[in-house]
C-alpha cells in the first residue's frame, strides 16, 4: 500500500525522500482538511459563547478529548491540551513539583531524556533546591536499573517511553513499580513512544504522560498531557486567565474543575479538531500495521546501513525493542556534513545533538547523524539514501 498517497506533500515534492519523522511527521490530507473545514464551518470561540456556533466548535474540540482518552485508555476529564509535549512536562514540574515537592527531595531522569524533560526539573532545582538523579543508558539505550535507584529520597520519576536519540523503546515497568512502591509518581515522555505503539495508561500505570500532536501525524501547537484524576484534582493551575475559573473577585479566584482548569485563555482549537483526524486516521490503519511496516523498514535500513564503511550505530544495532529511529556516525564526515549532503539530494535527515545533550556528553559525542522512518516511508527512500550515504563518503574521505 502506498501511504504516500495519503499526504499531499509528497505530491507537491515528488522527489522529496522525508527521513525526519521523529521530529515531525508529515500531515494526511484529511487532517489539513479538518482544519480546513473548522475555519470554514465551525470558527466560533469555544466554551463560552451561548450560541449554535460555539456549541458547535465546543462539540468537535471535546469530540477530540474523547477520542484521545480512548487512544491511551483515560478518562476525558483526565485529558489536558496543552501547546505541545514540553508544556505537558513544564506543568507537572511547576504545578506538581512546587506543591509537593521540597529542597532536598530527589527528581530520577535519565541520561537519554530530551532537554524537555530536563530543563524544567532543572529549574524547579534553581527554584527550590531538589536534587536531579540520571538513570546511565547502556549500549542498546535501555535504562541500567536493578532497583536501587530508586530511594526513599526519590518523589519523582520522569522518563521516556522512548528514545528520540536512539531509538530505543526502555522497559518501564519494573522502574514504574519500584518508584510506586516508594510512594513516587511518574511522568512518562510518550512523544515518540505514542507515535509507533498504542499506550494504555492504566496497565502503564503512569501518573502523567505527555504526547504532541505533530509527531502523530496532528497540526503543530497541539499536545497532550494525561494526568491521574485524583493528583489533577490536587494541582494548582499552571497559567491563570479566561477559561480557567470557576469565579474572579477583586481579591482572588477559585479555578474551574479539571481538566479546565489547566486550559487557560483560547487554545488551539482548529488543531485541537484536525487532530481528531489524525488519531482516527492511524487508528483506523492501525497500530498492527503500523509496527509491521516500520519494522520491515527498520531491519532494512540497518542492514542496509551497516554495510557502509567507517558507519558505527549509535544505539541498539537491532531491530528489536525499538521504533524507527536510527542514530549513527561516520567515520572521517561529521553529522552536518552528513545531513547537508543528502539534503542536495532532497533527503530530510537530522543532524546535531538531537536535544539529548546530557546523552552526547555521557557517550562523548559531539554529534550524530539521525534517521526516521514513518510508515509512508519506502525501501526506495532508504536505497537512495544509503546510495547517497556512499558518495557522501566517498567526497570526505
Ligand atoms: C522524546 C521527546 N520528548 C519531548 C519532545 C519535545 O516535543 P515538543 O517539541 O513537541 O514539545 C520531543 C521532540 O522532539 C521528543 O522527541
Redesign the pocket.
Known sequence: MDFKRDFPIFKQRPELVYLDS??TSQKPQIVLEAENTYYEKLNSNIHRSAHFLAEEATLAYEATRQTVADFIGAQKHEIIFTR????GINLVARSFGETFLKKGDEVLLSKME?H??IVPWLQLKEKIGIVIQYLDIDENGQFIFDGSQVTDKTKFVSL?G???ILGSIPNLKPIIAAAHTKGAKILI?A??LAVHQSIDVQQLDADFLVF?A??LYGPTGV?VLYGKEGLLKKIPPFLGGGEMIQEVFEQSFTPADIPHKFEAGTPNIAGVVAFKAAIDYIRQISFDEIQKIENELTTYALEKLSRLPDLTFIGPKKAENRGPVISFTMQGVHPHDIAEGLSQKDICIRAGHH?GQVLMDAWGLPATARISLAFYNTKNDIDQTVKTLEEVHKYFT
Do not use: L, R, V, Y
Request: charged residues 15%; negative net charge.
Open positions: 521523529a521530529a505541545n509535549a514540553t508544556e530530551h524537555s524533560n521516556t522512548m528514545s528520540n515522555d512523544c515518540q504532541s505533530h509527531k499536545g536535544c
